[in-house]
């Protein structure tokens, strides 16, 4: 099941969060936790999703680990699952390599993620 996704950054945040990238993902851990797969990185979930919630705050993985504040949100609309990003600014490397045209490569050397539906991505005008 393909879903559309459209990239939005806060005015106030670096330009570089805007550009178009080859895939967002949704993929679940070997431990059942939901993620978001974004420009090389994983983000969990701030919270547990509850029913009828239409949005989701998401951390970068590395939150703990190397005090990243790398931040964005979902939300599910009638055109597709919205991303904000919030805080683009990483404080390591990205977790993955991709490859140019396909990260699902660079996903794929993930053992802990599997691919639970891929996302089409489109650049807000």
Known sequence: MEFTITIVAKTNTNTSCARQ???AQYVRSNRGTDLVYYE???YTPNE???EGQKSRDWK???YHK???RARLVTRITSQGDLI???SCRHTHQSMYMLQQQDSM???ARNPLCTAIRQVK???SK
């Open 21 to 23: 990238t080859n895939l």
């Open 40 to 42: 090389g990185n994983t």
């Open 48 to 50: 547990k999703l509850r």
């Open 60 to 62: 970068c993985s590395m």
């Open 66 to 68: 190397a005090k990243c």
């Open 84 to 86: 904000h990003v919030t």
């Open 105 to 107: 490569d660079g996903l």
């Open 121 to 123: 991505q489109e650049q």
